[in-house]
């Protein structure tokens, strides 16, 4: 069938017939059409194609460069030049074939094309995220472009993050390429980019107030669908270095790469700080140390767990002393500061080595804190700069151990009370009962204990600290692990030691007596030394009558103490029969043999419970009987 053709559409047919048989004669076809007819888009295209199909790398970009400096605004072309670009910025991409085909002639197109091929697109782009996208990569090919360019790729993100639908987030699409692509090329050595003081200040708040939300909020939409970002800090502190060079601030205090330790930069800011009266580089650079320190800490109270162990998380707590112990440290000397009296350093335990790096972090936390309080400068502007980076979550917990530390209670309970997250609701009642027995309000502080059992965690890892009691006077903190038995040990030594306090006021309570003795069996032998006093108050009264007995005392020690003072030691009184009553008392002489013999039967069933789970028995002790322990503590 005769067909109207063009001669240009008859080479190109013969051309492509020819190329599924022989690539070579469908070349020859085509360098005779090219040259027939330079100036036709569909030839120089179908010869590109042909080249392309073929594998032909370098004759495949000789003929793009053609096609680009001829065709620019042809459809076809801009659809290819697109796919040029979507494999540059996806040039790790391994898998696709085509993809790599065209990187690769990408490198074989001039340096001149290959810029006016990137300008030329980024500018035709109608799409503003696809626009800045092209202008990045066309500064990340070509640095030399990083000058004249960098500056209105700025403009253009800042813009258009502004009118975006989600601006408002510090981690959208255009902040991510600003702070995290853009800068860090801006930053390359040996490159001039004019940006005004007005503008680098406001680059560094957004890139402070994007790597803190990134940091601080670890489910953002912008983790999930690019990935978890390499080393934010170190991203973080290049940009500080870049700006404050671009500032002029003091070279030292913004190097973070050379023997880079929080210890060594810890002494630059004081030394910046004694030295120097431009407080604005100290503000920005004492308040970026202080968020790191503060993210350190908070990782290192939530550590990361091994595949199948279960998370542990540590919460900051008064602890206790006895000073008949040995005292395992020196007590601090000159370390005395104001604060509702004399305020004296305390002494730290962590429960294991390996998470000794919690208390170092809180230290230089605190070290920063004190710092910014302690000038009046730093004391105005770190609340404003806060207030615009969104740094409250960040400190409000730092702020309720802080407090802690330097015996502030009044301050650490509001702060306590101002916490609703329910994933936090143990560690806040935990707190909230540590505070208020070191306070002596020991009815409010078992208050806040039965609040917290009911929170107990669920893991069975049957460990009890031996680190809850020092020796010596000064005041001791511990940084308390959130597992099942630590938190109940913690709970029912502050609850023992709020009844004991409480039984001096008193001058005889077998309530208090026996309750103690319930309590310090989940901690046996360690709180043995308690029983002695308390059995020599029974002995010289003369009687012990608990009506709690056959529920919660199983100790075979304790027992035992007790069964020897009945039968022959003090010959007290021993009324643990609930159904005896107060009128049937039962000693040892003239007693009622049956009753005499009711008592050795209880007893014995009590020490064969001695194997018992302790931690649910204290549990129970606690939320049961709640009008038998209130009583204590009136």
């Known amino acids: 069938m005769d067909v109207d053709i063009t001669d240009e559409e008859y080479v190109i047919q013969r051309a492509k017939h020819a190329f599924t048989i022989s690539p070579l004669k469908a070349k020859a076809w085509m360098i005779t059409a090219k040259t027939l007819y330079p100036n036709n888009f569909g030839v120089q295209f179908e010869a590109y194609f042909i080249e392309k199909n073929a594998g032909h790398v370098k004759e495949a970009a000789r003929c793009f460069s053609d096609l680009i400096g001829k065709f620019q605004q042809q459809p076809e072309l801009l659809k290819e030049i697109e796919k040029v670009t979507t494999a540059l910025r996806a040039e790790s991409d391994t898998n696709d074939t085509e993809k790599q085909f065209l990187c690769e002639m990408f490198k074989h197109i001039s340096s001149d094309v290959q810029h006016k091929l990137l300008l030329c697109t980024a500018d035709n782009c109608e799409d503003t995220m696809e626009h800045c996208r092209l202008l990045l990569l066309l500064l990340q090919r070509f640095p030399t472009a990083i000058s004249s360019n960098g500056p209105r790729l700025v403009d253009t993100l800042i813009s258009a993050e502004k009118h975006s639908e989600d601006g408002h987030m510090p981690t959208n699409a255009y902040r991510k390429l600003l702070v995290g692509e853009l800068l860090p090329l801006l930053a390359h050595d040996n490159i001039i980019v004019d940006l005004s003081p007005k503008m680098l200040f406001k680059l560094l708040n957004k890139s402070i107030e994007f790597y803190l939300c990134y940091l601080g909020l670890p489910q953002t939409s912008l983790q999930e669908s690019e990935g978890k970002m390499d080393d934010p800090w170190k991203k973080l502190f290049a940009i500080v270095e870049f700006i404050g060079n671009q500032l002029g601030w003091e070279p030292g205090l913004i190097n973070f790469r050379n023997n880079w330790s929080k210890e060594a930069y810890w002494q630059k800011i004081l030394n910046y700080h004694q030295t120097n009266n431009d407080e ?46 040995p005292n395992p440290v020196a007590e601090t000397k000159g370390k005395k500061r104001k604060s509702d009296g004399e305020y004296t350093q305390p002494h730290i335990t962590v429960e294991n080595p390996k ?40 400190i409000s917990n730092f ?9 502030k209670y009044e301050d650490a309970l509001t702060g306590l009370q101002q916490i609703f997250e329910p994933m936090a609701q143990l560690s806040k009642f935990i707190r909230i009962a540590s505070v208020l027995y070191i306070t002596k309000n020991y009815g409010s502080s078992f208050d806040a204990i039965s609040s917290a059992i009911p929170l107990l ?15 010596g006077t000064q005041r001791h903190l511990h940084y308390l692990p959130l597992s099942r038995f630590s938190v109940l040990q913690y709970l029912v030594k502050i609850l023992l030691r709020s009844i004991w306090d409480n039984l001096e006021k008193m001058n005889y309570s077998e309530l208090s007596i026996g309750n103690i003795f319930a309590l310090v069996q989940l901690d046996w032998p360690q709180e043995e030394e308690l029983i002695p006093p308390l059995i020599e108050h029974i002995k010289q009264n003369g009687s012990f009558h608990y009506p709690l ?32 009553g107060s009128q049937r008392r039962i000693g040892t002489r003239g007693a009622d043999k049956g009753a005499k013999e009711e008592i050795k039967q209880c007893i014995k069933r009590q020490i064969a419970r001695s194997n018992e789970n302790l931690d649910e028995l204290l549990e129970n002790f606690i939320t049961l009987e709640r009008y038998h322990i209130k009583k204590c503590l009136v």
Request: glycine share 4%.
């Open 457 to 471: 965690p669920s893991n069975n890892l049957r460990s009890l600290s031996s680190l809850l009691i020092t020796g």
């Open 549 to 580: 007995f056959q529920n919660y005392l199983v100790n075979v020690d304790i027992l035992e103490e007790l069964t020897y003072l009945w039968t022959q030691g003090g010959q007290i009184t021993l009324d643990i029969l609930p159904h005896l």
């Open 399 to 407: 702020l309720i151990d802080y407090a802690i530390y330097k015996g």
């Open 280 to 325: 604005k580089p100290l503000l920005f650079c004492i308040s970026i140390f202080f968020m790191l320190c503060l993210h350190d800490y908070s990782s290192s109270l939530n550590p990361e767990s091994s595949p199948g162990q279960i998370p542990t998380t540590f919460v900051l707590v008064e602890a206790f002393n006895d000073k008949n112990l």
């Open 355 to 394: 998470f000794k790096t919690m208390h170092n972090n809180f230290l230089m936390c605190l070290n920063c804190w004190d710092l910014i309080n302690s000038s009046e400068i730093l004391q105005r502007e770190f609340p404003k700069l806060s207030a615009n980076l969104k740094l409250d979550t960040w």
